[in-house]
């Protein structure tokens, strides 16, 4: 099995009542729900409200791989705009600047995959945040 068809599969557990959440928080661009965090990865559901953007960011321990479950995400790389479409991934290097943006008036939802030594909060270098974090 590929690495999108096991994302894939993991999501739709996700919709089954017994799959259980390992953590829920809220931001003020939308929701996270984190449905594994392993040694060596992490996976998150992520959705984003109409009109919000993540911060424009970078991390010292850990690379991270997007795919667009619903909605079409704009996704700053290094300075360079890609639009992101349902079912299409991108990668985000370590150490890469990086945000998603949801420029549409709907609800996008991503899955995060993250892999790498350490995957604390801290780990998140803010170089610019619409919410003053």
């Known amino acids: 099995m590929t690495d999108l068809k096991k994302i894939f599969c993991l999501h739709s557990l996700k919709r089954n009542k017994n799959y259980h ?14 449905l594994e965090d392993e040694m060596h990865y992490k996976l998150k559901r992520i959705e984003v409200d109409p009109g919000h953007r993540l911060s424009y960011q970078f991390h010292h321990h850990r690379q991270e791989f997007w795919t667009v479950v619903q909605g079409a995400a704009v996704v700053v790389l290094n300075g360079i705009e890609h639009h992101v479409k349902y079912s ?5 290097p370590l150490g890469a600047k990086h945000r998603i943006e949801n420029r549409s008036s709907e609800l996008l939802v991503f899955i995060e995959v993250q ?19």
């Open 21 to 34: 959440m390992l953590e829920v928080g809220e931001r003020p661009w939308g929701k996270y729900y984190v």
């Open 88 to 92: 299409e991934s991108i990668h985000i």
């Open 115 to 133: 892999t790498g030594t350490y995957f604390g909060e801290d780990d998140i270098v803010r170089l610019q945040d619409d919410y003053a974090r």
